[in-house]
């Protein structure tokens, strides 16, 4: 008799509750069985198509046993035994064939006298000794598994997918460039509807209107200052999706009220100098959405520059509702809800 399976999915810490979002709107009669940083398992019996609908998450696990881990080294010893006797559960994903080999990235968090290698080390000989799997290595393997150890709970799970599922396959990628489910999110956050008139005023490379062309719209259109960015953002973009060298801060030929929703990773004055200063253009810019944005419309935006978003907003009479914070390369920019005050 097959079991439902469990899975697990990873995402960048802070959009555990947009992955939920999703995928108990994309998966009808899945469950949600525990969320933890930057993780969340789930049970579903959705075909393997449907689960790839998921876009806001960067891999998709299948979940294989939930054990116990003391905090010394010496316990590993039982790790290594309870992977020999854990039950892999009946499911297609689990048929390796004979002699498949195996990897084991593991992360660890809690008070321990093991690092995180000795620990993947620990289930690789699991695996080894009882499953019919050899020792793989990065540059060869077949399946690879992974370890989450936290406090005493170790989980262990199958990789299903790889770089190109959260890559999108191949494309070009701007400097600042955001992990194409990171900009799903955002798309996400925005609620998309059919009827949507669709604008990111500073796309780089392109990656959220591409998102965002996973859904029906009037129209998706990507608009940056920069030529190069614009070029790459062409060479990635569907035909639907509307790209052109603009500026954000005069949007000279986006008629008053037009726009319904916008989704933008603002220039943090980091990675990518603004032409101005972030103050005096978030002020710019903040005062042509409230010109652009429909009395219903919705604006999502990403930045790290919590004052002068706060502030532009005051400036221009727009509703600046913070939403969540995502961590990201060693910073916490804040995911903000922007619109008319009703
Ligand atoms: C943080 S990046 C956006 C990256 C994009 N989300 C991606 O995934 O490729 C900010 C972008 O804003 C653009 N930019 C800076 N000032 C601008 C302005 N006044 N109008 C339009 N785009 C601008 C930069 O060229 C840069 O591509």
């Given at each position: 008799?097959?079991?439902?399976?469990?899975?697990?999915?990873?995402?960048?810490?802070?959009l555990e509750d947009v992955a939920i979002s999703e995928l108990t709107t994309k998966l009808p009669?899945?469950?949600?069985?525990?969320?933890?940083?930057?993780?969340?398992?789930?049970?579903?019996?959705?075909?393997?198509?449907?689960?790839?609908q998921l876009r806001c998450?960067?891999?998709?696990?299948?979940?294989?046993?939930?054990?116990?881990?003391?905090?010394?080294?010496?316990?590993?010893?039982?790790?290594?035994?309870?992977?020999?006797?854990?039950?892999?559960?009946?499911?297609?994903?689990?048929?390796?064939?004979?002699?498949?080999?195996?990897?084991?990235?593991?992360?660890?968090?809690?008070?321990?006298?093991?690092?995180?290698?000795?620990?993947?080390?620990?289930?690789?000989?699991?695996?080894?000794?009882?499953?019919?799997?050899?020792?793989?290595?990065?540059?060869?393997?077949?399946?690879?598994?992974?370890?989450?150890?936290?406090?005493?709970?170790?989980?262990?799970?199958?990789?299903?997918?790889?770089?190109?599922?959260?890559?999108?396959?191949?494309?070009?990628?701007?400097?600042?460039?955001?992990?194409?489910p990171i900009a799903h999110a955002l798309v996400w956050l925005s609620e998309p509807r059919s009827s949507d008139v669709f604008l990111d005023?500073?796309?780089?490379?392109?990656?959220i209107p591409?998102e965002r062309a996973t859904y029906e719209a009037v129209s998706i259109?990507?608009?940056?200052?920069?030529?190069?960015?614009?070029?790459?953002?062409?060479?990635?973009?569907?035909?639907?999706?509307?790209?052109?060298?603009?500026?954000?801060?005069?949007?000279?030929?986006?008629?008053?009220?037009?726009v319904n929703a916008i989704v933008t990773n603002?220039?943090?004055?980091?990675?990518?100098?603004?032409?101005?200063?972030?103050?005096?253009?978030?002020?710019?810019?903040?005062?042509?959405t409230?010109?652009?944005l429909a009395p219903t419309g919705r604006a999502i935006m990403l930045?790290?520059?919590?004052?002068?978003?706060?502030?532009?907003?005051?400036?221009?009479?727009l509703i600046c509702r913070p939403l969540l914070?995502i961590?990201?390369?060693?910073?916490?920019?804040?995911v903000y809800l922007v619109c008319h005050?009703v």
């Amino acid at each position: 008799m097959s079991t439902v399976p469990t899975y697990m999915v990873t995402v960048a810490p802070g959009l555990e509750d947009v992955a939920i979002s999703e995928l108990t709107t994309k998966l009808p009669g899945a469950w949600i069985q525990a969320q933890l940083r930057g993780r969340v398992l789930f049970v579903a019996n959705s075909p393997w198509e449907d689960l790839q609908q998921l876009r806001c998450v960067d891999n998709i696990y299948v979940h294989i046993g939930w054990l116990k881990v003391g905090p010394h080294k010496a316990d590993l010893e039982h790790l290594t035994k309870d992977i020999e006797n854990m039950h892999f559960p009946d499911i297609p994903y689990l048929l390796p064939k004979t002699k498949a080999r195996a990897i084991v990235n593991a992360s660890r968090s809690g008070h321990h006298t093991f690092n995180r290698f000795d620990a993947g080390w620990a289930v690789l000989e699991g695996l080894t000794a009882a499953h019919g799997f050899v020792p793989g290595t990065t540059e060869a393997y077949d399946c690879e598994f992974r370890l989450d150890i936290v406090d005493h709970d170790a989980l262990i799970s199958l990789k299903l997918t790889s770089a190109a599922f959260r890559f999108r396959g191949q494309r070009t990628f701007s400097r600042a460039a955001l992990r194409p489910p990171i900009a799903h999110a955002l798309v996400w956050l925005s609620e998309p509807r059919s009827s949507d008139v669709f604008l990111d005023p500073f796309c780089g490379s392109g990656t959220i209107p591409i998102e965002r062309a996973t859904y029906e719209a009037v129209s998706i259109t990507g608009g940056d200052i920069s030529p190069t960015a614009i070029e790459a953002a062409r060479e990635n973009a569907p035909a639907e999706v509307t790209l052109r060298c603009l500026d954000a801060c005069d949007l000279w030929d986006t008629p008053s009220a037009s726009v319904n929703a916008i989704v933008t990773n603002l220039p943090w004055g980091k990675q990518i100098a603004a032409p101005q200063e972030i103050e005096t253009l978030y002020r710019q810019f903040l005062l042509e959405t409230k010109r652009v944005l429909a009395p219903t419309g919705r604006a999502i935006m990403l930045t790290d520059r919590e004052e002068a978003i706060d502030h532009a907003c005051n400036l221009a009479q727009l509703i600046c509702r913070p939403l969540l914070k995502i961590s990201l390369h060693g910073s916490l920019p804040t995911v903000y809800l922007v619109c008319h005050p009703v």
